[in-house]
C-alpha cells in the first residue's frame, strides 16, 4: 500500500530538513524564521499521516492526507526559497526537491485510494483494533 511510501517519503524529507547543515550553520541558521518554517512543514506532513493512519476510517485519513499535502507544498515553497536565498546549493536543492516531490506523489496516491470506493469496502473488511471484541449485527 502507498502509506508505506507516503510516510516514510515525508518523515525522510523532514529529517533531511531537522539535520541539514544549512540549519545549525551559515546563513539560515541565523534565519530563525526561515529555519523554524522549513522545520515545522517538514515534519507536519509526516505527523498528519500518522495521525490520519491512527483514526480508523478512509474518509478520516484522506482528509489528514490533504493536510500533509499541503505540508508538503509549505515545504517544497521553503526549498525554492532557500535557494534563492543561497542557503542551499542547487545539487542540495535538487536532492531535496525530489524527495518532497516523491513524498508528495504517494500521498496524493494514497489519499486518492482512501477516496475511492474500494477503500470503504476494505475498511468494512478489515480488522480495526476498535472494533475487536463487538458482534457483527
Not at 59 to 82: H, M, N, P, V
Not at 111 to 128: I, Q, V
Amino acid at each position: 500500500m502507498t502509506f508505506e511510501i507516503s510516510w516514510p517519503g515525508s518523515s525522510l524529507i523532514n529529517s533531511r530538513a531537522r539535520s541539514l547543515h544549512l540549519l545549525r550553520s551559515g546563513p539560515a541558521a541565523r534565519d530563525f524564521k526561515y529555519r523554524d518554517q522549513i522545520r515545522d512543514s517538514s515534519a507536519s506532513a509526516h505527523r498528519n499521516i500518522a495521525e490520519g493512519y491512527g483514526l480508523y476510517d478512509p474518509g478520516q485519513f484522506a482528509r489528514f492526507c490533504g493536510y500533509a499535502l499541503g505540508s508538503l507544498e509549505e515545504t517544497k515553497s521553503s526549498l525554492i526559497d532557500g535557494r534563492d536565498r543561497a542557503y542551499l546549493d542547487e545539487t542540495l536543492y535538487s536532492r531535496l526537491w525530489n524527495l518532497a516531490r516523491a513524498a508528495e506523489r504517494a500521498t496524493k496516491n494514497l489519499k486518492f485510494y482512501l477516496d475511492s470506493k474500494d477503500a470503504r469496502k476494505n475498511h468494512g473488511a478489515s480488522k480495526n483494533p476498535r472494533d475487536r471484541g463487538k458482534k457483527e449485527p
